[in-house]
């Protein structure tokens, strides 16, 4: 059998552990076996084909209905079995399964294993924390807290369909679609509540109930973002004491999130049920004590 090795982590994270031996559950594997069989002969025409796919989703959880499986058995299933090109666009949905029904709150995938479609339809309040070869569709149709490190530069989609929180470090996230017909005009619907980038710098967006207004009093120093209705621009910060040092704290921990997620996913947890409002609200409050004209 090919042995997976694990792939080098971002510069300042864990180093990768040894690798890890796991005991077989058969009836987990028997499962598995039976899930890809059947998912085989599945059109996958459209990335939403891909993607959003309760349909496979339910199957999974009716073929692990009654087994007892945890994480690691799923994660131990995957380092040893390995997957084809063609059951990477799949597998995620079975393992999102058992991601859901586990009883851990903050899940860490850090295996070179590629597979696409994890943390489906994570809940919140869970967390999905991608160290490893998960980043493609993680988090699809999810309201749980969506972390990945990524190669820097690296282009990748995470959060389709989504409601939750999605942090990335290194990467740049595809965290919307189109919607509408192409011919008539369509309308880019940004799918996330609170999106968090950390590249080269501090960018937060966050969808809201007015469309638009979609980035209303997003945090950004990208010039190509400049057509938003309302741009917190680095220039109008500094020249208001409260807001610097609101940002600057808000930075620090998301930039201490790079060398430990655990830090990254309590800051989340820390703004509520519902981040994006809540930082909304902050920021207005303290531009109207400012006196700024909003």
Request: charged residues 30%; glycine residues 8%.
């Amino acid at each position: 059998m090919k042995k997976l090795a694990y792939k080098m982590q971002p510069a300042g994270h864990e180093q990768p552990a040894p690798r890890r031996k796991y005991a077989e559950n058969r009836t987990l594997r028997e499962a598995f076996e039976k899930y890809l069989a059947l998912v085989a002969k599945t059109n996958f025409r459209l990335i939403y084909d891909q993607m959003c796919r309760d349909d496979l989703y339910a199957l999974a959880a009716n073929l692990l209905k009654g087994v007892q499986v945890s994480v690691d058995d799923a994660h131990g299933l995957l380092l040893e079995r390995g997957l084809s090109e063609e059951e990477r666009s799949y597998a995620g949905f079975f393992v999102s399964v058992i991601y859901n029904k586990s009883d851990l709150s903050d899940i860490v995938y850090d295996l070179d294993v590629e597979v696409c479609n994890l943390a489906y339809a994570l809940p919140a309040p869970k967390a999905f924390i991608n160290k490893g070869s998960g980043h493609w569709g993680s988090g699809t149709k999810s309201t749980g807290i969506i972390v990945n490190y990524v190669e820097k530069g690296k282009y990748f989609t995470a959060g389709f369909a989504a409601d939750g929180s999605i942090i990335t470090y290194g990467g740049k996230a595809s965290t919307g679609y189109w919607v509408g017909d192409f011919d008539e005009g369509e309308d880019f619907v940004d799918s996330v509540s609170l999106e968090v980038c950390l590249d080269d710098c501090l960018r937060i967006a966050g969808r809201y109930k007015d469309p638009e207004i979609n980035q209303d009093l997003s945090i950004r120093r990208d010039p190509y973002y400049e057509h938003t209705r309302r741009v917190i621009k680095k220039e109008e910060i500094s020249k208001i004491p409260e807001l610097q040092e609101y940002i600057n704290n808000l930075k620090d921990k998301f930039e201490k999130g790079r060398h430990d997620y655990r830090i990254v996913v309590e800051t989340v947890r820390a703004l509520g049920p519902k981040p994006n409002d809540k930082l909304r609200q902050d920021l207005l409050d303290i531009l109207r004590r400012a006196g700024r004209d909003i």
